[in-house]
């Protein structure tokens, strides 16, 4: 099993910047893509960014500019930063990770339970 950890959510002022991390642990051989979604209250899930092992990055239109995804491949860690932030920018974010846990075996998407970022106007 896998597990995803998520921190660095809280409450900011507009204008404010907060960096999330997300720690992943078991049985991992590789991880392919990792990446950040967002779920604001009464909307789906949508895709923030994305990272692929090689660090090629994607982004959503709503956070070019403001919004920065790294990875630290030793230690299965993805980050994201996130600076101008804007009240609409009020969700939890989910943490995911498309895991081969063994060299053989198929890659498995995983989420973390997430973190709630508030923004405040």
């Known amino acids: 099993q896998v597990q995803l950890v998520e921190s660095g959510g809280g409450l900011v002022q507009a204008g404010g910047s907060l960096r999330l991390s997300c720690l992943a642990s078991?049985?991992?051989?590789?991880?392919?893509?990792m990446g950040w979604y967002r779920q604001a209250p009464g909307k789906q899930r949508e895709l923030v960014a994305t990272i692929t092992s090689d660090g090629t990055t994607n982004y959503a239109d709503s956070v070019k500019g403001r919004f920065t995804i790294s990875r630290d491949n030793a230690k299965n860690t993805v980050y994201m930063q996130m600076n101008g932030l804007k009240p609409e920018d009020t969700a939890v974010y989910y943490c995911?990770?498309?895991?081969?846990?063994?060299?053989?075996?198929?890659?498995?998407?995983?989420w973390g339970e997430g973190t709630l970022v508030t923004v405040s106007s």
């Open positions: 995911n990770s498309a895991v081969r846990p063994t060299a053989w075996g198929y890659v498995i998407n995983y």
């Open positions: 078991g049985r991992i051989f590789s991880i392919n893509t």
